[in-house]
């Protein structure tokens, strides 16, 4: 589901943005695959100096360990072959070009 607020207008590449949010939504979904009833929800919302996207999901969570590792370049819970280890690496590095910031909880 989506809560998208109307957000002050910013300045960033469109398509950089995309692939950030594609990139969330694909690990949103196989983080998600074993659940019964998956739920993914995206918002957006402000305050006074910051414009704010959330993507969250039901799936089966990070542990401590492994939190502290998810945007590591060439870091992977999946299986051999499953996965670069990339995406999240190059969505902070995009987000970040941005002057803006990427976190996991």
């Known amino acids: 589901n989506t809560d998208l607020a109307a957000t002050t207008l910013i300045s960033c590449n469109p398509s950089q943005i995309n692939q950030v949010l594609l990139n969330l939504f694909n690990n949103a979904a196989q983080a998600m695959a074993q659940t019964r009833h998956p739920q ?9 100096t910051h414009v ?5 999901d039901n799936g089966t969570g990070i542990d401590e360990d492994t939190l502290a590792k998810m945007f590591e370049p060439f870091f992977t819970t999946k299986a051999a072959g499953e996965g670069t280890g990339l995406g999240l690496a190059i969505s902070k590095r995009i987000v970040e070009m941005m002057n803006g910031r990427i976190w996991m909880i």
Request: charged letters at 20%; hydrophobic letters at 45%.
């Open 40 to 48: 993914l929800h995206i918002s957006s919302f402000e305050d006074p």
């Open 52 to 56: 704010y996207i959330r993507v969250a």
